[in-house]
């Protein structure tokens, strides 16, 4: 039986230690729901192996946990998963090639990396598309994107559930960021951002003006640390729970991309699990997602102010300094909106504005 289930445990990890000095280490989180449901029959043991990028302290992390402690207790102790954080086992991209090959049990990668599996995850990936993590989130649970998870069918990836990577915030260690001219630079060259191996989030940072470097995640804090790049974007609770604000002293509120993460399994470990087995990893995945989009919630602000807590240089942005940001990533639309279907991206708007509407 595993021990309950402790995020205060995860946490004294290598984030809080390197700094040697006592913190908060965690919000207030929820604790997991508690795991009900009945006991599968024994169809043998399997060990799931699951490898992803963000490290201990993570809402992906502590939401795995109790994706693995669902399987456990359901079964018995017979599913177990090990999970490897930090990109100890590949990138998203390399651990996506390894499910299929079968070389890996399961990752947890970002929607952009999987892009070349589905080309409609690449809505995602619209600058400014989601206003709200509320109309984010109705979006996730739609039948567009249950049609998206399908259609990974036959790829060698089962795609199980969506869950919240979330807002995508840019770091910095050269300046203060409060405008598309403070990324580009008016005197002074722009802003060497690393983004993720995507090709609309390349254009969204050339349109900004940066010189956008695409980039593994698990090479992106050495990289800033040895001045490779000034910057990166991703969420509050990743640069917090990646120690990136060791390397980077400004932070910019751009909320610019909401990213979905996407749970996965080898189709050939799937294929090996009894059908009762695979429901149970179903609904565990489903559950552990939900579980993940609230804790993720939960952490999102509460890293902002810890970073700034911690010596980070945080620009809050207002709607009109928003609104440019916005406007000069226009191209990006005009670029890819019929690349990615005029169709798909009306209809994901139009559920967002719906939630927009009941508030
Ligand atoms: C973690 C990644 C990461 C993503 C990125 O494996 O690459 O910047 O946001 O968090 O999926």
Request: aromatic fraction near 8%; hydrophobic fraction near 40%.
């Amino acid at each position: 039986m595993t021990p309950r289930w402790s995020h205060a445990a995860a946490l004294t990890g290598a984030a809080i230690l390197s700094l040697g000095i006592a913190q908060a280490q965690s919000p207030e989180l929820s604790a997991p729901p508690a795991i009900d449901g009945e006991v599968v029959g024994d169809h043998g043991s399997h060990t799931i192996r699951m490898g992803f990028g963000l490290s201990e302290g993570s809402p992906q992390y502590l939401s795995s946990r109790y994706f693995a402690d669902i399987l456990e207790q359901r079964s018995e102790g017979r599913l177990t998963v090990q999970i490897f954080p930090n990109s100890q086992l590949g990138d998203d991209v390399q651990m996506m090639e390894m499910l299929q090959t079968g070389t890996l049990d399961m990752t947890y990668p970002s929607s952009s990396a999987a892009t070349s599996y589905v080309s409609e995850l690449a809505v995602f990936d619209l600058p400014f598309l989601l206003p709200s993590r509320e109309a984010a989130i109705e979006v996730l649970q739609s039948e567009a994107a249950q049609s998206m998870l399908d259609a990974f069918e036959g790829s060698g990836i089962k795609a199980l559930a969506f869950s919240e990577n979330g807002y995508r915030q840019l770091s910095n260690s050269a300046r203060p960021v409060a405008s598309p001219e403070d990324v580009a630079g008016l005197d002074v060259r722009g802003l060497t951002v690393r983004t993720m191996e995507n090709p609309v989030h390349l254009a969204i940072w050339e349109a900004l003006g940066a010189n956008p470097t695409p980039m593994a995640f698990g090479e992106l804090f050495s990289a800033m640390e040895q001045g490779v790049v000034d910057g990166q974007e991703n969420p509050w609770s990743t640069i917090l729970t990646s120690n990136f604000h060791e390397v980077q002293d400004y932070g910019s509120e751009t909320r610019h991309v909401y990213t979905p993460f996407v749970m996965m399994m080898s189709e050939r470990t799937w294929d090996r699990l009894d059908p009762e087995y695979q429901a149970l990893v179903q609904e565990a995945a489903r559950q552990s997602a939900a579980y993940e989009i609230q804790i993720s919630a939960e952490y999102d602000d509460w890293a902002r102010d810890q970073l700034e807590a911690r010596g980070m240089q945080i620009t809050r942005l207002d709607d009109a300094q928003i609104a440019a940001f916005q406007e000069a990533v226009q191209p990006v639309y005009e670029e890819w909106a019929p690349e990615i279907g005029e169709e798909l991206i009306t209809e994901i708007q139009q559920i967002a504005a719906s939630v927009a509407d009941d508030q």
